[in-house]
């Protein structure tokens, strides 16, 4: 693993930012994995004016989206398709046929998972992953547990999950999420793991203690060999680095 300290938020967005330029600067069709949450927002507003000033830079991306809130209707308030929509698809311009997505209600969230998991068995793998660091240790919605789920599946989401500031309005908060596996991450040939926000602390000291376990899953990415993990200020406040 890579391990970069940004002295803020401004230097990591730019540094993720500048990589994934150069990743789809190197591979037009790239597929990407794209996370939510606060951590990736700068690096999307990166990505988003490097396509507006090289038109033909994502012309050609695909995108993938890593996790869903369950039962959130899709335009509403906090899901993670309104946060991709407005923040990266409808910037670039990515067109359906590049765009594989959980939906946020299916009928069958055990069907919508499979059908997820074969979109990825033809259009994959993953060429970049991008995610962010929960603060009990997360990525996506694979939650710290005695075990942990290889494929897409339907997570039961912890409460550090369901405090999350996306869905802190909602009521009732969601109880579950969709999200790829622990396996379909690790497949990716390139992940970046954007480690920014108060409160993390703990889970960036297990990290870096690079011992791997499935109560802390983001330490599973130490079982990769081309992992980039930018850690901002604010996360390491209280650790000596």
């Not at 297990?206 to 376990?213: I, K, Q, R, T």
Request: charged residues 20%; negative net charge; aromatic residues 4%.
């Amino acid at each position: 693993m890579n391990v970069r300290y940004c002295e803020d938020y401004d230097s990591l967005s730019t540094q993720a930012g500048s990589l994934v330029v150069a990743e789809i600067t190197k591979k037009k069709n790239l597929l990407l994995c794209a996370a939510t949450g606060n951590s990736p927002i700068g690096l999307y507003q990166h990505l988003v004016r490097a396509s507006a000033a090289d038109t033909s830079l994502c012309a050609a991306l695909r995108i993938i989206k890593l996790d869903e809130w369950v039962g959130i209707p899709e335009n509403g308030p906090g899901s993670c398709e309104r946060y991709l929509r407005t923040r990266l698809l409808d910037p670039l311009g990515i067109a359906s046929e590049r765009y594989i997505a959980f939906a946020s209600m299916p009928l069958d969230p055990s069907e919508e998972c499979r059908r997820i998991r074969s979109e990825l068995e033809r259009h994959g793998p993953i060429d970049l992953c991008i995610l962010g660091l929960g603060a009990n240790g997360h990525i996506g919605f694979n939650e710290p547990g005695p075990s942990l789920m290889p494929q897409c599946h339907v997570a039961r989401l912890s409460e550090e999950s369901r405090r999350h500031a996306m869905v802190q309005s909602l009521h009732p908060v969601p109880h579950f999420g969709l999200t790829l596996g622990m396996q379909e991450i690790l497949a990716a040939r390139r992940i970046v793991l954007l480690v920014a926000g108060d409160g993390k602390d703990q889970a960036v000291a297990g990290l870096l203690a690079g011992e791997v376990s499935t109560t802390l899953p983001a330490s599973l990415l130490w079982l990769h060999q081309n992992v980039d993990c930018l850690i901002g200020q604010n996360a390491t406040r209280g650790l000596a680095v």
